[in-house]
């Protein structure tokens, strides 16, 4: 058995701190009955112990190695009566590295302030065995040739401290005003690589090195916001700015392929910030009419230094950032009204500019007529409108039908040279019908179909630096020629006042079209059916299952030529890709009291998630070797007990059994050039065993 | 039984003996039936008095319930007497929410008329819990819970194995979503699916010399923020989501394969990402072919 000691520090200071400071309160009052009229807080202090380590269960909260673990949670709750003050002080997972702590003060109705702390730790879920040192830092220096290394823990964690202050002002005005800042620290799995150059060590298909992205970013945000509430105006504007400052703005490199000698150093993110001011506000003309809006304006700069040490001959005039601006502008009205008892109407309009608005600058004269590139930076602008129309009509019985015409335009800048074909605009239009009954004891739920059809200006064709029109076989995912149909059922059964059961099942089908290449058909489906049981007031259960099969078919050219002409030969064929998802998850559930003083809960989730990909050759004469389907599998078992000692204590009982497997062979014979491995267990099994004692007080 | 009625004569008794003043039952009175609701009204926000805005300062229980003279004069019962109940299942939501929004129309609420959830007659208490100290749905550890009655296809995604830390309570349906509805697209607290993920992920937010444009216009068209069994909460698995778009000269068209090839390269481990490091984008001014592709 081992402790760890980064989660001990908290869990005494804490439980001490927290003891010292309520004790005398809590003393009085496990002299006395609790005053169920007034709130009531909670201290729970224990230790839990996880079997294994793991690289799964503990991806988020630290539980990764095995050992001993702090439980500690509060939530202290104080009211004072007749000023309405109220005072919290909530403690939650402080013995474990995902923590928080937050305390809240307010005079309910006048003012309030509050400051909180959040931690999230982010595991790499796999075993990393490397020689590459310098990781975490912006110079890394690797191996020249494939060298045995040591275990490397990868992770990130952001460390967040919130402030807030909230004001009631004369008149229905209100003043609120939030800040969060954010430091994150750590590596994250990155790499280097080119086709070319030397095999290294195992299957390595060209040359690459591992390079894990130094982290150590600090984001802020900042929201002021004053808002009104009149019985019919109600209004809301203020500022919100952030700020992210990524404190390394390149990643260095010492040794390494010679191969990959000029991939250094890589950019990593740049700092930037951005101002926005924004109003909202609706009138309630009738008590059946109302109208809402929201204007925005926001600039977002970025002018952090560019990284140094580049290889490349800059040309005059570029000077040390880029000038980055983004002038973003929204306006939204939407206005509902019920003319008649039985009839709503509802129109809105959005209109979201993102201007661009960074200079274009040459960076380079090095290219020549057939490069794909000019030497220009390529700042993306773009708009969106959005309007739409719904009518919806009262029937008997309960029963609502309601329709609706959704339209979204959008429109794209696009650059001179091009590698991936564009559309300056695109428009899609969406019909809805939807029977609803919400009214009613025993059957509720509601049946809808949706239609949508997407389509835009013509392609634009890519094409090199000297005009020379490139590929354009394929035509994007999110710019295709789509039709979509999509229904949808929910039905709540309440046959008998203790069982309720829920169907839902959703099937969407997309079309797309437009060009040669790209994806063809989309599906998704998701079935679920829910049940729950009350057999009495100390019993219940729930079980539900799930079905969720998703799938697109796309298809694809071997060595199209560069003008486009796809080969369809044996050695060069069309191919077809059929990627599908299918998960099949159930859960069930109890919670009882088989006796006054006990109360004990079981949870239990399973996901069986196999992912396919279906590889078919289009031309005839051509073969194509499959790849293997994956399957994940996932079984969370929780257990818990809860026995009361006194009135207000007593002990609480938690088991939770994690099984996680998985054949992905997406590392399994992958090695770095370095000599880098990353791998994961194929099967991990955790067990955590945790006790706690839990104390309750006024 | 007995005891019922004892409790209901006890409560008419109480209403008749106050003040010919009074316009509908003091909470005392409704407590003699309903002690477990008046006694989490008192502990709860509604009930503190020394707030002036509090349904405790504007008619108490009758506030949201309305006037339950007759009830109370009918020995109660469910409906009896035109006593309000917003948790019926037979009154209209927008009945029930017109009582909740007398007071919480303004702030985070201004949108809420025409909203997806007021268009498809959710109702307050569909997911709010107003007699308890704790509402689920306002506690990050518990608040999927009630989301998850109904937007069933997520209960599922947020357990596959590339996911936020939602299970751990770190990330909360309302970090990215105002169920009370937004100005911008599906109820997002920000005006764009993008402006929702900065507020995390801001390092992907550029300006940059070279964007790669999908990620500048929508994250969505590449990750489901809800969980996915690829790395990074990727849609689909690499090279085939990079296929969906790029045209299939060079190496771009190349077949998903793990022998070792060249196309193993954009299969495995990273897969297109073994080369294009900097995928969302990259502010190397060098801005050639290596920039262009992300590369460095």
Known sequence: MTFNPRHAVPLTAVAAALLAAFGSAAGQAADTSPDPTKPESELSVGAGYVTKDNGRFGQYNGLRDEG??????????????????????????????????????????????????????????????????????????????????????????????????????????????????????????????????????????????????????TTRQLEATIGYTGDKLQLSGGYYGTMYDNHHNGLNFTGGLAALSSFTPIALPPGNQSHQVHLSGGYSFTPTTRASFKVAYARATQDDAFVTGVNVPLAPGVGNNLQGRLDSTLAQIRVTARPLPKLSLLASLLHDDRDDKTPILRYNTLATGTSTFNGDNEPHSFKTTTGKLEAGYALPVGFRLSGGIDQERRKHNFSPVRVVSSREKTDETSYRAELRRSMSETVTGALSYVHSD??????????????????????????????????????????????????????????YSGRALGPREGEAQTYSLDASYTFSDRWQATAWITRSDTRIDQSS??????????????????????????????????????????????????????????????TPGATITPLPDVNTRLTRLNLSAKHALQKNTGIRLDYIYDRYSTDDWTWTTWTYADGTRVLEAPVQKVHFIGARYYYRFQ | ???????????????????????????????????????????????????????????????????????????????????????????????????????????????????????????CVSCHQVHTTRDRVRDKATQTEVCFSCHKDKRVEINRPSRHPIPEGKVACSDCHNPHGTAGPALLVRDSVNDTCYQCHMEKRGPFVRPHNPATEDCAICHNPHGTTNAFLLKARLPFLCQQCHEPTSHRGQIASRTATSTGAGTLARGCENCHTNIHGTNNPANISNERTFRR
């Open chain 1, 557 to 618: 050219c071997v060595n199209a030529g560069t003008t486009g002409v796809c080969p369809a030969t044996a050695a060069s064929p069309v191919w077809d890709a059929s990627l599908r998802n299918v998960g099949d998850s159930f859960g069930a559930g109890l919670r009882g009291k088989p006796y006054g003083v006990l109360e004990i809960g079981a949870d239990l989730q399973y996901s069986d998630i196999r992912d396919e990909y279906r590889q078919r050759a289009v």
């Open chain 1, 68 to 217: 001993l673990y702090g439980l500690i949670d509060f939530n202290v709750v104080r009211r004072e009566d007749a000023t309405g003050t109220w005072l919290r002080f909530l403690g939650r997972n402080v013995g474990l590295e995902h923590r928080e702590l937050r305390f809240d003060h307010n005079r309910q109705g006048n003012w309030g302030y509050f400051l909180e702390f959040s931690q999230i730790p982010r595991y790499e879920p796999y075993t990393v065995t490397s020689a590459v040192s310098g990781i975490g830092t912006p110079n890394l220096t690797i191996p020249s040739t494939s060298t045995a290394g040591s275990p490397v823990e990868l992770k990130t964690r952001r460390d967040r401290i919130g402030l807030g202050f909230d004001k009631q002002l004369p008149g229905n005005w209100d003043l609120q005003v939030r800040l969060r800042n954010e430091e994150k620290e750590g590596a994250r799995l990155w790499a280097r690589g080119t086709a070319g150059g030397g095999v290294v060590g195992g299957p390595v298909f060209g040359s690459f090195e591992f390079a894990p992205e130094p982290i150590d970013s």
């Open chain 2, 1 to 123: 039984m007995v005891m019922r009625l004892a409790t209901a004569l006890a409560a008419v008794l109480a209403l008749t003996s106050m003040p010919a003043i009074a316009q509908a039952p003091a909470p005392e009175v409704c407590k003699a039936c309903h002690a477990s609701s008046y006694e989490t009204y008192n502990a709860h926000k509604h009930g503190t008095k020394a707030d002036a805005r509090t349904p405790a300062n504007r008619g108490e229980c009758a506030t949201c319930h309305g006037d339950g003279t007759e009830h109370v004069k009918a020995g109660g019962g469910r409906g009896v007497g035109g006593i309000v109940n917003p948790g019926s299942k037979t009154l209209a939501a927008e009945a029930k929410n017109s009582i909740c929004l007398t007071c919480h129309q303004g702030g985070k609420r201004i949108h809420w008329a025409g909203s997806k959830h007021a268009t498809r007659d959710t109702a």
């Open chain 1, 454 to 511: 997407r389509d835009g200006s013509p392609f634009l064709t890519t094409t090199l630096n000297n005009g020379t029109p490139g590929s354009n076989l394929v035509h994007p995912l999110h710019l295709a020629d789509r039709e979509r149909d999509k229904v949808r059922l929910m039905v709540n059964w309440q046959p008998t006042s203790p069982l309720s059961i829920q169907l839902f099942a959703d099937h969407a089908q997309d079309k």
